[in-house]
């Protein structure tokens, strides 16, 4: 004979439905959601790990000021390796953005084509897909470079481009206005040779070398490069961001992700956790039959046990299919979006499943077990007569200050401090997550009211070589790019002591400032000494740091051009570019390496803000609906294990409302309590997980929270729980009289 | 005697709070009988029962049913024993509120290898029109019937009554215990009521009167009455 008390589940469904679908919905859009990403992200691994070989990716890059000859290629090569030539020309377009032009690669850094064709003939161009989508470009769309017209017939994916660096040293890669390209032999060699890089890749021809023995070679090939003396741009791909960005970010993602589907979990399967507990004390008196009956703990725990197990599997299992199949396509379509990601295809990821389905089932069933465990210890005896806590000797808690609805409440929240304790650690979670996801918009928002105020110029020309010009305004400066430690990149700038152009603070010979974002990120002081290194060169440089200064846009350190000369053994009055608030039209733009403008200072957040968005939108939502369905399902208990007492007061003449009044607005002022102390630890929390971040980025974005942030995000929630109070009124209002006589024991 | 017990003794509480409810027990039922313990609140009545039940364990002394020792066992053993040999019946029905009555009744089937038939007890426990009701959907007296049905169904050895009319009118009580009466005949169990009604001793072949845990009457009824000529 099949077990009776199965009988129970539907009938119990169908009567709970609302916390059903609730706690159903919530873990299904959960592991739906990471399932997806995990999917995804792992698919994209892939195929991004198997790009290496697929497309022949280079172990490295160099560029030279001149064509390397055949002596210096055969000396590389004798370690090895084989290079290649990667000749390419960056040119401004029409609307500002820098495009930059190779010939096709058919040996290294091969080009994966996502849609159209290669370029076949002259007057064909092929472009990077993400740029094409960031700028609206489509196939057949004609595109002027250096005054001659392309055809776009294809959109493509270079395997050395999975995130659009301009610069490897950039803090941020900018797929709105930079773009690769390729074009036929002929129409490069027809484009303009003043803006052709020398640049060479090597492929190392022993495939299964360690990493080490990777770095080695890629050492001793920077030694052969470094005595020539022409070596202007050098990087090995362990470093390149634009090749490594994209996996690492791929996989932190996931991590990022799995944590959070466990602690979401944690927080589901205490509310199932509180749930089971309630249904035990409700049933109290009929466990105590059955068991008196006969039946076993065993079967009991079986029986509680079921509903929070099923819910998870079905939730699991429907969570897999929305991963493998519509929420796929939503990561997928936000990786792409931030990322010039080869194809992929979609690969069974037991990784996902164990991390989406089993642990999660896992969290459950101990989290439940542990409370069935304690809750079924009892004797049957204890059952019958409800004694389901120990019979404590406390002294009541006395409210005699308090008028009698507070002391109500007070005590409503005392008998329920685990379901509130659920809801205060679910609060905090969503909080966390809601701030996140609204803070990051306002944070680039302000980070780009920062740069574009505290700008030393409108436009940073950085020279290839010493040229005067005539405009009186423009003001000569010096810089070069050292690293930490770490081999972050820092720009050293060296400003004439009576600049016009340095606000706030002038630079008085001997004296070392260094940005906000550099002393908050490498925790230094005014009086500390700062050890930077030259790049390609066992050199390095002692700094005593005199001072802070506001400039946001990259971790530099300023000084006095002539303390610049002195320090980097340059000659007197040495500079390397001009500060400018109108453009320079009299500079031979043979000479011009770049020139830094407005929208140069501003990429990362652009790019950030661009990729991210969706991804912030998607937390604000996901934290609302945490929000929602938490109160929502610990209201409700609250409610359900007081419904004896609330058809008691009932009779005794109180109204739906002043009902309402005393068991929904304990959950409000547990609510607003909640919201009150998350939002200082939100910030903490944030601050925390913010620095940690931002630690392991090139760059720094200075940490900002909103003011508004902290009054919307308590309205949020205030009207998440009035929403939800309105539900609990008609659950308050549908709560018979007679209940009360009804179980009177 | 099919139900022995033995110097039984049970305290409450420890130093200045112990309280002894139970003081040396000693009394038997035979099988098939009815047996009432009758006492005021607080005489040690339930307890004896909860003991003789295995929901509570007594301090010294020894229950012995039809030769195996309840205090020796095991809380699985336990189990099982109450599983295969006990029906209980309380002053709360402590019903599964989502099951019909027939469900409620299968729930008691299900412990056993060869209940009872189910239509029959329904019929019996005159539940037939009511069978797919939900317990909130009927009386007292029928959520009690149906209360009854779930512990007899499994053909218990011993049934155990605690205050089985406690929270009834005075009809539905008579009903109840004519009920008890009938499955004490049909099937030959063994029924120890626990009540503080004295009217429900004239049902009963042996009424034992407990008062401050103690024995104060053991008598075997020579004057049995059916239920449905009882009054009080």
């Known amino acids: 004979m099949r077990n009776p008390l199965n009988k129970t589940y539907k009938r119990e469904i169908r009567q709970d439905l609302g916390k059903y679908i609730a706690l159903f919905l919530f873990l299904t859009l959960t592991i739906g959601f990471i399932s997806g990403f995990l999917v995804a992200g792992g698919s994209m691994k892939t195929a991004y790990d198997e790009s290496f070989e697929k497309y022949a990716v280079e172990d490295g890059h160099f560029t030279l000021a001149i064509q390397a000859n055949d002596e210096l290629t055969e000396k590389i090569e004798a370690e090895q390796v084989k290079v290649y030539p990667l000749y390419n020309k960056s040119f401004n377009l029409d609307n500002g953005d820098t495009v930059r032009i190779y010939k096709e690669r058919k040996s290294v850094d091969r080009i994966c084509l996502m849609d159209g064709k290669m370029p076949e003939k002259n007057g064909q161009i092929v472009i990077d897909r993400l740029y094409a989508e960031n700028n609206g470009i489509e196939i057949n769309d004609k595109m002027s470079i250096d ?26 890669f900018d797929a709105n206005k930079f773009t690769v390209a390729c074009v036929t032999d002929d129409d490069f060699d027809s484009l303009s040779d003043k803006k052709i890089k020398y640049t060479y890749a090597w492929r190392i021809d022993d495939r299964t070398l360690s990493e080490k023995e990777q770095i080695d070679k890629a050492d001793k090939i920077k030694n052969i490069l470094s005595e020539t003396g022409l070596i202007t741009d050098y990087i090995k791909t362990a470093d390149n961001p634009a090749i490594q960005f994209t996996g690492d970010d791929i996989g932190k993602d996931s991590v990022m992700m799995t944590a959070m589907l466990y602690i979401i979990m944690a927080v589901l399967a205490f509310i199932f956790g509180v749930s089971t507990r309630n249904t035990i004390e409700k049933e109290s008196g009929t466990i105590g039959t059955l068991r008196a009956s006969g039946y076993t703990r065993a079967e009991l725990w079986r029986h509680y046990m079921f509903m929070p197990i099923l819910v998870t599997v079905i939730a699991a299992i429907v969570g897999n299919v929305m991963g493998y199949t519509f929420m796929k396509h939503v990561v997928v379509m936000m990786y792409y979006h931030s990322y010039s ?89 969503a909080s966390v997550l809601l701030m996140f996801g609204m803070m990051m918009s306002p944070l680039l928002t302000n980070f780009r009211t920062e740069v574009l105020d505290s700008k030393i110029a409108d436009y940073q020309y950085v020279l290839k070589a010493p040229v005067e010009v005539e405009y009186a305004g423009a003001e000569k400066y010096a810089v070069c790019a050292l690293q930490t430690d770490t081999g972050e990149e820092i720009t050293v700038y060296g400003i004439d002591s009576d600049s016009t152009y340095m606000k706030d603070k002038a630079v008085g010979i001997g004296s070392v400032l260094v940005t906000y974002g550099l002393s908050e990120k490498y925790g230094i002081e005014s009086g500390d000494t700062l050890e930077l290194f030259e790049k390609y060169e066992e050199k390095s440089y002692n700094l005593k740091v005199t001072g802070k200064y506001n400039y946001p846009a990259a971790l530099a350190v300023f000084m006095s051009r002539d303390t610049f000369n002195r320090v980097f053994e340059k000659a007197d009055g040495y500079f390397t570019g001009y500060f400018s608030d109108k453009k320079l039209t009299d500079i031979d733009e043979m000479y011009i390496a770049t ?89 903490a929390v944030i601050k925390l997980i913010y620095y940690a971040v931002m630690k392991k980025f090139n760059g720094w974005l200075t940490f900002y929270i909103a003011p508004w942030i902290y009054p919307v995000m308590f309205l949020t929630g205030f009207i998440c729980y009035v929403a939800v109070y309105f539900l609990q009124m008609k659950k308050i209002r549908k709560i018979p009289m007679g209940e009360a006589l009804k179980n009177v024991e | 005697m099919y139900l022995e017990i033995n110097g039984l003794y049970k305290s409450f509480g420890k130093g200045e709070n112990l309280t002894e409810v139970l003081k040396g027990i000693t009394c038997g039922v035979d099988k098939g009988n009815i047996c009432v313990l009758l006492g005021p609140s607080g005489s040690g009545k339930s307890t004896l029962l909860n003991i003789i039940g295995g929901i509570e364990t007594a301090d010294c002394g020894t229950v012995t049913i039809n030769g195996d020792t309840v205090n020796h066992m095991s809380e699985r053993e336990l189990s099982l024993y109450r599983r295969k040999h006990l029906g209980y019946v309380f002053q709360s029905y402590n019903l599964i509120p989502n099951l019909t009555v027939k469900e409620n009744i299968e729930v008691g089937a299900y412990l056993s290898d060869a209940p009872l038939p189910l239509d029959d007890i329904l019929n019996t426990l005159g539940l037939w029109e009511h069978r ?101």
Not at chain 1, 152 to 172: P, Q
Not at chain 2, 174 to 199: C, P, Q, W, Y
Request: aromatic letters at 10%; a positive charge.
């Open chain 1, 147 to 172: 005054g001659k017209s392309f055809e776009i017939c294809g959109v493509v994916a270079f395997s050395d481009y999975s995130a659009l660096f301009k610069n490897t040293t950039d803090m941020m």
């Open chain 2, 132 to 232: 797919n009701k939900i317990p909130n959907q009927l009386s007292g007296g029928q959520q009690q019937r149906t209360a009854i049905g779930r512990a007899i169904i499994k053909n218990p050895d011993i049934l155990l009554c605690d205050e089985p009319t406690g929270a009834l009118d005075y009809n539905t009580s008579k009903e109840i215990l004519k009920l008890i009466e009938d499955v004490n005949r049909r099937f030959g169990s063994t029924v120890i009521i626990v009540t503080h009604n004295d009217a429900i001793k004239n049902m009963a072949d042996r009424v034992i009167k407990l008062r401050d845990g103690m024995i104060r009457k053991d008598i075997v009824n020579e004057q049995k009455i059916s239920a449905t000529e009882i009054d009080w």
């Open chain 1, 341 to 429: 990601l080869p194809t992929y295809v979609t690969l069974w990821n037991m990784r996902a499943f164990i991390l989406t389905t089993v642990i999660p089932g896992l969290i459950v069933w101990a989290v439940v077990f542990v409370v069935l465990f304690v809750s079924l210890k009892l004797s049957p005896l204890q059952f019958l007569r409800h004694e389901l806590k120990p019979k404590k000797k406390n002294k009541v808690i006395k409210l005699k200050h308090f008028n009698f609805i507070t002391r109500y409440r007070i005590r409503i929240i005392f008998q329920n401090l685990p379901a509130y304790f659920t809801l205060f650690a679910g609060v905090l979670f």
């Open chain 1, 595 to 683: 020139v830094i403008t407005q929208s140069d200072l501003t990429v990362i957040a652009d790019q950030l803000d661009d990729s991210m968005g969706l991804l912030f939108l998607l937390m604000c939502g996901f934290s609302v609906i945490m929000y929602i369905i938490l109160i929502y399902l610990l209201a409700k208990q609250i409610i359900e294990k007081n419904i004896n007492a609330i058809s008691m007061i009932k009779i005794l003449g109180y109204s739906d409302k002043e009902v309402a009044s005393l068991y929904s607005k304990s959950t409000g002022v547990v609510m607003v309590i909640s919201l009150i102390f998350c939002l200082p630890l939100c910030h």
